[in-house]
C-alpha cells in the first residue's frame, strides 16, 4: 500500500514537473501568444467563439502560422512549393479547399502550420531533389511504417466540422 502511495505521489511530481518545464515561457525580446479569441462567421450567419491556447497539451501548441483565407493558402503553398516542390504546394491547396472529413458541413476555416524543425528558407528545392528531401527530411520523426512526407505533418485544417471540439 505504502509502496503505490509513493509511487503515485513520484509519477504525479514527476508530470507536474515537466508539465511546468514544457509551459510556455516569455522571451528576453520580444512577446509570444499564449492564447487567442476568434470569433467565426459561419455560412449560416451565425457566430462561434473559438479560444485558442497555444501553451502544452493544446492542439494549437508550437503553431508557427495561421492561414486564415485563399490568399494565405496559397502564399503558403509558394512557400512549400519554393521549399519541397510542386507537390507539397499542391497538398496545401488541397487542405484548403477539402473537407477534413466528407460529412463535414463546410471547408475549413482555417489551416494551422506546426514546423517541427528547423526550416532552410534561403535554399529553394530543385525539381528533382524536393520531393526526396520532402520524405527523407528529418527522418527520426517519420517511423518506417509512416511515409507521410514531413511537410505534410506540419500542416492541418481545423473548423469546418460538425462538432466544435474545444481544444
Not at 527530411?137 to 507521410?148: C, Y
Request: proline share 5%; hydrophobic share 40%; charged share 20%.
Amino acid at each position: 500500500m505504502l509502496k503505490s502511495i509513493v509511487l503515485s505521489a513520484l509519477t504525479l511530481a514527476a508530470f507536474t514537473f515537466t508539465s511546468a518545464t514544457q509551459a510556455l515561457e516569455p522571451l528576453p525580446d520580444r512577446a509570444r501568444v499564449s492564447s487567442m479569441q476568434a470569433q467565426l462567421l459561419l455560412p449560416d450567419s451565425s457566430s462561434l467563439s473559438v479560444d485558442m491556447n497555444f501553451d502544452c497539451g493544446s492542439a494549437f501548441e508550437s503553431t508557427g502560422m495561421i492561414i486564415t483565407n485563399e490568399r494565405g493558402a496559397q502564399l503558403l503553398a509558394a512557400a512549400y512549393t519554393h521549399m519541397y516542390g510542386q507537390e507539397a504546394g499542391e497538398f496545401v491547396m488541397q487542405q484548403w479547399y477539402t473537407k477534413k472529413h466528407p460529412d463535414d458541413p463546410r471547408k475549413p476555416t482555417f489551416l494551422i502550420v506546426k514546423p517541427n524543425q528547423n526550416i532552410n528558407w534561403e535554399k529553394p528545392a530543385t525539381a528533382k531533389t524536393s520531393l526526396l528531401q520532402a520524405r527523407t527530411l528529418d527522418a527520426q520523426s517519420v517511423s518506417s511504417d509512416d511515409a507521410t512526407p514531413d511537410y505534410q505533418a506540419m500542416v492541418e485544417s481545423f473548423c469546418g466540422t460538425r462538432n466544435h471540439v474545444q481544444y
